[in-house]
């Protein structure tokens, strides 16, 4: 039985908001119980259900890793040549990811590990954290993902507006135990010239919280990284 997910109670969560509220942003460490923080890492770690998550313009694809396997090496090359060239002059992405909800919302691989993620986000007691958090009583609902940024991997500038999803706040809980500052994967964010104002670390058991909209990307990850950029994430939705 997978065990319960369980957020530290050491927080002060109407303090923690008012800083959201003020700032926009809100960074806490510690967030789960150590024993769910482990077990939410263990789960990514041996997940095996990972998809290559990409975009050219509004085209959107997901490739799993057995149709990567099943492509040549020069494929491999050409298609991330595409993703890098397109990068240079308009909002691109790639990178591992399990979509959780979509996945339960279409019935695929019931009983995977980390579809109780999905519940616990949109379960009465977290809903209702987020909106303290967040100072948005219209919250009702959250999605969730889990991410994997490997080497060469990124998402540049955007502000998470959607034209037909109502976000109130994007959420990452970061669950990267080692990172150095020099291998990238930064949560970065911009002022209107360009300027990165705040640039966050991956790190362990750490809830980064945001109000949409706010420009940010993900920074590259470093050809020379030795690790991967660990993550669940999505939106909290009016």
């Known amino acids: 039985m997978d065990p319960q997910l369980e957020i530290s109670p050491d927080h002060d969560l109407e303090a923690l908001g008012r800083t959201l509220q003020q700032d926009g942003r809100l960074q806490v460490s510690d967030f789960f119980t150590p024993d769910t923080a482990d077990y939410l890492y263990k789960i990514h770690r041996e997940n095996k259900d990972w998809y290559l998550a990409y975009n050219d313009g509004g085209n959107?694809?997901?490739?799993?890793?057995?149709?990567?396997?099943?492509v040549t090496?020069?494929?491999?090359?050409?298609l991330m040549s595409?993703?890098?060239?397109?990068?240079?002059?308009?909002?691109?992405?790639?990178?591992?990811?399990?979509?959780?909800?979509?996945?339960i919302e279409l019935d695929e691989q019931p009983g995977h590990p980390m579809h109780p993620i999905h519940e616990f986000m949109n379960s009465a007691t977290v809903l209702d954290l987020m909106r303290t958090l967040t100072g948005e009583e219209a919250i009702r609902k959250a999605d969730c993902y889990a991410s994997n940024y490997a080497p060469g991997h990124f998402?540049?500038?955007?502000?998470?507006?959607?034209?037909?999803h109502d976000r109130v706040a994007a959420y990452v809980f970061s669950m990267t135990k080692t990172w150095d500052k020099n291998w990238g994967g930064h949560l970065a964010f911009f002022d209107d010239a360009g300027n990165i104002t705040d640039a966050i670390i991956p790190s362990f058991n750490t809830l980064n919280i945001f109000l949409v909209p706010q420009m940010h990307s993900v920074q590259l990850v470093a050809p020379f990284a030795g690790e991967t950029r660990t993550s669940y994430l999505g939106w909290l939705h009016r």
Not at 73 to 78: T, V
Not at 155 to 164: F, I
Request: hydrophobic content about 30%; charged content about 20%.
């Open 60 to 70: 959107y694809f997901e490739s799993s890793l057995q149709q990567l396997q099943a």
């Open 73 to 78: 090496p020069q494929q491999k090359l050409q």
């Open 155 to 164: 998402l540049t500038a955007h502000d998470d507006r959607h034209d037909s």
């Open 82 to 103: 595409s993703i890098n060239d397109r990068a240079r002059t308009q909002f691109q992405y790639v990178f591992f990811q399990y979509y959780i909800s979509q996945a």
